[in-house]
Antibody, heavy 118, light 110 residues
Framework: QVTLRESGPALVKPTQTLTLTCTFS??????????VSWIRQPPGKALEWLAR???????YYSRSLRTRLTISKDTSKNQVVLTMTNMDPVDTATYYC??????????WGQGTLVTVSS | QSVLTQPPSASGTPGQRVTISCSGS????????VHWYQQLPGTAPKLLID???QRPSGVPDRFSGSKSGTSASLAISGLQSEDEADYYC???????????FGGGTKVTVL
């Protein structure tokens, strides 16, 4: 049974750095072809893909946010961490981590709402 | 402004067929597979049609996907009240080196 769970602060101040952790079970990020992505959704708005990390440690980032994002993994803990620097109120969103396999997002976490406000 | 274009809303009565379009370009839909997601109110999105144009286990066969050129479509036949949700298309974009989503279509069952 595949599960993913996002964790991190619910509230961050503008200019701060956000660190989110995705803890997963039911699969291994050492398996060939396995990837984990982060996707966010501002309230009432559309989904936006942020970043992806692959089993071989290849990393891909949203072109518009690449200077602010860092994705990493700890395979021993079954965790993927996303950091986003210089947070702004427009970054207020629900952040999802997803298992990414064969080019689609087949399992999603429940999401974590992050509000950026002073 | 989303890279993939979807109509903001669609509606139908129970039993009707509803089609949602997703328009892209040669760098995304035109050269890569499309996948679709259903998001019920207050919940996380769920994979509805995968990159192989298949339905994951548990997805009713009234949902189907198709693609032609730089556009794709999701069809819901035999619309049911539980199909009221937001639907998103997605595809890899070769120019952006990342996935792009549509703006989402809210389906209402009248």
């Amino acid at each position: 049974q595949v599960t993913l769970r996002e964790s991190g602060p619910a509230l961050v101040k503008p200019t701060q750095t956000l660190t989110l952790t995705c803890t997963f079970s039911g699969f291994s990020l050492t398996t060939t072809g396995m990837c984990v992505s982060w996707i966010r959704q501002p309230p009432g708005k559309a989904l936006e893909w942020l970043a992806r990390i692959d089993w071989d440690d290849d990393k891909y980032y949203s072109r518009s946010l690449r200077t602010r994002l860092t994705i990493s993994k700890d395979t021993s803990k079954n965790q993927v961490v996303l950091t986003m620097t210089n947070m702004d109120p427009v970054d207020t969103a629900t952040y999802y981590c997803t298992r990414t396999l064969n080019g689609h997002f087949d399992y999603w976490g429940q999401g974590t709402l992050v509000t950026v406000s002073s | 402004q989303s890279v993939l274009t979807q109509p903001p809303s669609a509606s139908g009565t129970p039993g009707q067929r509803v089609t949602i379009s997703c328009s892209g370009s040669s760098s995304n839909i035109g050269s890569n597979t499309v996948h679709w997601y259903q998001q019920l109110p207050g919940t996380a999105p769920k994979l509805l049609i995968d990159s192989f144009n298949q339905r994951p286990s548990g997805v009713p066969d009234r949902f189907s996907g198709s693609k032609s050129g730089t556009s794709a479509s999701l069809a819901i036949s035999g619309l049911q009240s539980e199909d009221e949700a937001d639907y998103y298309c997605a595809a890899w974009d070769d120019s952006l080196h990342g996935w792009v989503f549509g703006g989402g279509t809210k389906v209402t069952v009248l």
